[in-house]
Each structure stands twice: as C-alpha cells, then as structure tokens.
C-alpha cells in the first residue's frame, strides 16, 4: 500500500506512455481545469 501511495504522490503511478494515452481520451480534463469547476460550484 505505502508504494502504490509513494509512486502516486512522486507523480510515478503511471508511465509515460500510459500518460500520453489518458490525455489522448475524449474526456481527458487536467486537474487544474477540474479545481475552478469545483471552486465555482461552492460559489453558488
């Protein structure tokens, strides 16, 4: 568990590769587009 947690925290869960496919997907958003979606929601 504590791995897993470490690899995700160094930004290393996933390969390069798989990276490059994730952000080749249709409903590929990063996350910095998804933090001012939620902070505009608690606005309302």
């Known amino acids: 568990r504590q791995s897993i947690l470490k690899k995700a925290f160094e930004g290393k869960l996933l390969s ?3 990276i490059t496919k994730c952000k ?3 409903d590929y958003e990063p996350a910095s587009e ?3 979606k ?3 929601e608690r606005i309302k």
């Open 38 to 40: 939620i902070k505009a």
């Open 34 to 36: 998804l933090l001012k």
């Open 24 to 26: 080749q997907e249709a």
């Open 16 to 18: 390069e590769a798989e």
